[in-house]
């Protein structure tokens, strides 16, 4: 049985980023940067106002000026500064000479009845002025390969026309869910059924991995043959990953390992010393990876976030989530076991010191946990925790 580290060993081997693409800026929320953004120009380009105000010269004190036109956002500036004496009205963004300019905000002048004298209240500065270049320079980087792009990111490219990055493509993913006692969501189940969850499940969790589900089915029976045929049509698709949920076990319906050996696939793993989530099976063809998760929705839950999230980072081009030092909270109360433990847990945050409260859950089929899991508290093999321990972040 191979350790949760020596797993991760191996499935960083296997993955490698997939393809590179460039498309438009509204279709990038979410993915992997793949390559370097850098300025096209200087930001800003110009000098341009802080505030909404008047423009008068650097040499000019407070008192009596002559007011002689204005500068929109968006025009050119002037040459020069005014002449001592004048003034400029400007608007916020409006652009500046590059000397001898000085502002003075709208509220810290009044104008005279006739619109044509004002009078400065407070001696003009330049300190509301926005430099050119004072953000960054032609050429500097201001995006680095291997960043998500959030909607910060986005605006900042749209902002240098940067319209169609190169960024990695999402990972497309096939899904068999087996179990003939599953029935599905909106069904009232019979003796003996049970609710699809798994489905539901996997689905939110590719979505907040920005991965795309392709492919999905759901086999209503557990004949080796049904599973089979599924499976079949799954590696028919343009699939990166396919993920097969229940029969990794080794019961008498559990025929994931033996199909995929079948159909060509190398079988890394097919089970992992961690609790939830023993019955694991990772497997490889020729770069398309699977994998065959316990059917148990805790455990499902565990193993996606430990093994397939990893892999899902790993194709996108980034790194995986990493593990977070954390204090486990006082009174918490733990089971240790001869696997690793993954324990579904929230941050109970005290002051300035992080501190992890452990949820409480009865088995790997225990749901009741998943709504309020904030990450997993990592309890090594037959040992109780010390009071500092380690946290996978889930959200």
Not at 55 to 76: C, F, K, N, R, S
Not at 109 to 116: I, N
């Given at each position: 049985m191979i350790t949760v580290s020596e797993l991760w060993t191996r499935l960083d081997s296997l993955a490698s980023p997939l393809p590179a693409e460039r498309i438009p800026l509204t279709s990038v929320q979410g993915r992997i940067l793949r390559e370097p953004i850098r300025a096209p120009e200087d930001?800003?380009?110009?000098?341009?106002?802080?505030?909404?105000?008047?423009?008068?010269?650097?040499?000019?004190?407070?008192?009596?000026?002559?007011?002689?036109?204005?500068?929109?956002?968006?025009?050119?500036?002037?040459?020069?500064?005014?002449?001592?004496?004048?003034?400029?009205?400007?608007?916020?963004?409006?652009?500046?000479?590059?000397?001898?300019?000085?502002?003075?905000?709208?509220?810290?002048?009044?104008?005279?009845?006739?619109?044509?004298?004002?009078?400065?209240?407070?001696?003009?500065?330049?300190?509301?002025?926005?430099?050119?270049?004072?953000?960054?320079?032609?050429?500097?980087t201001l995006l680095p390969p291997g960043q998500r792009l959030n909607a910060g990111a986005l605006a900042l490219l749209a902002s240098i026309g940067a319209t169609r990055p190169v960024v990695s493509r999402r990972a497309r993913v096939a899904h068999v869910v087996t179990g003939g006692e599953l029935v599905a969501p909106d069904q009232s189940p019979l003796a003996g059924q049970i609710r699809d969850s798994n489905s539901t499940l996997i689905a939110a969790l590719l979505r907040d991995a920005d991965a795309d589900l392709n492919w999905h089915r759901r086999v209503k029976n557990d004949a080796r043959t049904a599973t089979a045929d599924a499976l079949a049509e799954a590696l028919s698709t343009d699939a990166d990953i396919l993920l097969i949920s229940g029969g990794a076990s080794v019961g008498d319906h559990d025929h994931t390992g033996a199909l995929l050996v079948s159909l060509g696939f190398t079988l890394h793993c097919d089970k992992v010393a961690s609790r939830p989530g023993k019955p694991f099976i990772a497997a490889s063809r020729e770069g398309r990876l699977a994998f065959g998760l316990p059917g148990n929705p805790l455990s499902h839950f565990v193993c996606f976030h430990l093994f397939v999230k990893r892999v899902l980072a790993r194709l996108a081009g980034t790194e995986p989530t990493s593990l977070v030092r954390a204090t486990l909270a006082p009174r918490a109360e733990l089971r240790p076991d001869s696997r690793e433990t993954w324990w579904p847990c929230v941050w109970a945050d005290e002051g300035a010191q992080r501190r992890v409260l452990p949820l409480p859950w009865r088995d790997s089929s225990d749901l009741t946990v998943l709504g309020a899991a904030e990450g997993l508290l990592r309890i090594p093999a037959s040992a109780s925790p010390g009071a500092e321990v380690e946290v996978l972040p889930c959200r």
């Open positions: 930001q800003p380009p110009f000098d341009r106002s802080a505030i909404d105000g008047y423009l008068v010269h650097a040499d000019q004190p407070a008192g009596l000026v002559t007011l002689e036109g204005g500068i929109q956002p968006g025009a050119p500036s002037p040459a020069t500064a005014p002449a001592p004496g004048t003034a400029l009205r400007i608007l916020t963004g409006s652009a500046l000479p590059p000397e001898n300019a000085s502002l003075i905000m709208q509220e810290d002048t009044k104008l005279s009845d006739d619109g044509h004298r004002l009078h400065l209240l407070q001696p003009p500065s330049s300190k509301h002025i926005r430099r050119r270049a004072s953000q960054a320079r032609v050429g500097d």
